[in-house]
């Protein structure tokens, strides 16, 4: 029994060192990043907006707009250190019930630092052919108080955003980061225009640019780098190819809208006790219960060694006396 309980004990406590070792080297490594089976909806709301009601060819003001974006991951496509997400995000008057547009995108990035990467059929609205850098939609678990660089689906490149200080949201201290671009003529291919609708004088068709000026906020859990809140301001323009003329499409500053069931920060919360527990609980405990029990098996071990000798020894001394006493006459 002795004997066994030398071996239980040793064994466990060599599983424990390990499997301590590995929870914090490999596991929670392997755990803490992008999953890649992800389903997610989250909400933009913008009160007040104005945007260009291209059926009607009037400015819509005073709107009530929403920004659905669905997130699927695509796990199939992913693997290793790389998720693939498939988004799409449709923007509603919901009062009119005016689609105003769908935007689509598909997103490969590593799964730890979130940076985009350029494989697996990754696209903007179904362009392949758009180089998508920098960081997409999915922060990394260890986010820094430092600039980073994030990609502008409009614009289709990426922009610096700027770590600008620590704020309160729902009770986390959130990191916040600010991206501003700058008024940017977009390369996509735009219709003419009649030339009242710039303020022009006349029905002629007038070629057009597109512009696009955003100002981004979001407040990032720097426990695990989930977005707890977000601001978003948009600001669209056609402009007159020559000469003056403009029209402002779309004026819109999104907010994060609250949704049923577990809040951004409350999710944040949760995970961020996952990975306490997997990076400096479990490891540390692992390893002192396992130290302990192999200690304890060294010791039942030794212990018995001594218990044996001496009985080796009172045989002895026993058969020595047996000896002698039958060797006399």
Known sequence: MRGAAVVVLAGLGVFLLVTGLLV?????????????????VQRLRAENASYFDAGKL???????VVATATVRGDVEASGG?????????????????????????????????????DC???????????RQSGIGVFWPMDVERRTY??????????????????????GIEAYRFEMHVPPTKIEVETPDVP?????????????????YRGDSVVWVDPRTGAPV????KVHSTLKARSGPGSLVVADLEMRMAPDAGTSPAEAA???????????????????????????????????????????????DGTTRRLRTKTSSP
Not at 195 to 211: F, I, M, N, S
Not at 286 to 310: C, F, K, Q, W, Y
């Open 149 to 170: 660089r994030m990609f502008d689906v409009q614009t289709r490149r990426a922009w610096p955003v700027e770590f600008t200080g620590v704020e309160e949201v729902q």
């Open 120 to 130: 697996c059929g990754a696209a903007v609205q179904g362009d392949t052919s758009v």
């Open 58 to 64: 009037q400015v819509r003001t005073g709107a009530d």
């Open 229 to 232: 809140d977000q601001r978003q």
């Open 24 to 40: 914090r080297e490999y596991v929670a490594p392997a755990v803490v990043r992008a999953p890649t089976d992800i389903y997610k």
């Open 269 to 315: 919360n949760e995970a961020a006790a996952q990975v306490r527990l997997l990076e400096t609980i479990a490891p540390p405990a692992m390893l002192a219960v396992g130290a302990a029990s192999l200690t304890a098996g060294i010791v039942l071990d030794r212990r018995g060694g001594r218990a044996r000798r001496r009985t080796a020894g009172s045989a």
């Open 195 to 211: 030339a009242r609708l710039l303020g022009l004088d006349g029905d002629e068709a007038v070629p057009v640019d597109r512009y």
């Open 81 to 117: 250190d790389v998720a693939v997400w498939d988004m799409t995000t449709v923007i509603q008057d919901l009062d009119r019930g005016y689609l105003i547009d769908i935007a689509t995108r598909r997103l490969a990035f590593d799964r730890r630092t979130g940076e985009l990467a």
